[in-house]
């Protein structure tokens, strides 16, 4: 019987190499990555034993073994807290998903005030629900969809706007394997089936189980306008809407970016239709979901 313990332990056990654990390899090895006795002998476990996880037999393995099997994957902080949640009972699922989509008046004057600093309200989906006009001019085209991850995945642009596709790929799915945890409310599995069915790369790197909880790297992108941007972003969850984040994107300071900001700061870029009431200070491309957003940058 497969469990979510076991189908982590079994990918990510493909993904390390014998080189990578000081095992030799070979030319004939038919199994990718790592065999199950070869994570066994690393975690001082009995191959039994440690099959038994893999096919959902044993579930609740101990701290020691959750450790050793982490060393021996050689898992980061984000996927030891991973593994270590699924080895915890399950949690019921949530059928009705939260209201998550009702922004605090004030937010959105916060981010309308933020005119150098492209800014966006996201929620645990992807969903974006609230954009100010930097982020809208960055977007450009991609605001035919209003979720990040439907965006990387399905619009047809999308390997032409990410300099580095797969890198970016990565690093949202192993985001969203995280926002998933060990249960998964009815909205994100929706996302997941609905991608699964429509993207043979989103199968691919779901499959991988990686999972990623803060990302350090900056997403470079192509504009039509401006060229290639290099943006560092943070989130900062809103205390008045749980479940939602403000999303941020700046540039490094006297870069070709900031100099590119700049330039699309004085252009008005967002359609007619996009300006949806201003709460103050600059005007806003708001939505609400089912609306057209100001999607991905």
Not at 65 to 74: F, K, M, N, T
Not at 82 to 97: D, G, I, K, Y
Request: charged content about 25%; overall charge neutral.
């Amino acid at each position: 019987m497969r469990t979510p313990l076991g189908d982590f332990l079994r990918a990510r056990r493909h993904a390390v190499s014998p080189g990578q654990v000081g095992l030799p390899g070979g030319a004939n090895r038919r199994t990718p990555g790592l065999r199950r006795e070869e994570v066994a002998f690393l975690a001082k476990v009995s191959t039994d034993y440690y099959t038994k996880l893999e096919q959902g037999v044993e579930r609740r393995p101990s701290d020691q073994v959750l450790d050793a099997l982490a060393q021996a994957l050689r898992l980061d902080d984000d996927a030891t807290g991973h593994l270590r949640a699924l080895a915890q009972p399950p949690t019921a699922r949530s059928e009705t998903p939260a209201r998550d989509d009702e922004i605090n008046p004030h937010v959105l004057r916060l981010m309308d005030r933020m005119q150098d600093i492209p800014a966006a309200v996201v929620n645990h989906r992807t969903d974006v629900l609230a954009c100010n006009t930097l982020w809208a001019a960055i977007t450009g085209e991609f605001g035919s969809s209003g979720n990040f991850l439907r965006i990387l995945f399905l619009h047809p642009r999308a390997r032409e706007r990410f300099v580095e596709w797969e890198v970016q790929a990565r690093a949202m799915v192993a985001h969203l394997r995280a926002a998933v945890g060990t249960t998964c409310d009815a909205s994100l599995c929706a996302l997941v089936t609905e991608l699964s069915e429509a993207s043979e790369d989103f199968r691919r790197i779901w499959d991988r189980h990686d999972v990623r909880i803060k990302r350090r790297d900056p997403v470079h992108l192509h504009h039509d306008l401006v060229g290639e941007l290099i943006l560092w972003h943070e989130s900062f969850a809103i205390d008045s809407a749980p479940g939602l984040r403000l999303w941020t994107a700046q540039a490094d300071p006297g870069s070709p970016t900031e100099t590119a900001l700049a330039i699309l700061k004085t252009l008005d870029l967002a359609r007619p239709g996009d300006r949806r009431g201003n709460t103050g200070g600059s005007p806003r491309v708001t939505v609400s979901l089912g609306l057209r957003v100001s999607g991905l940058f």
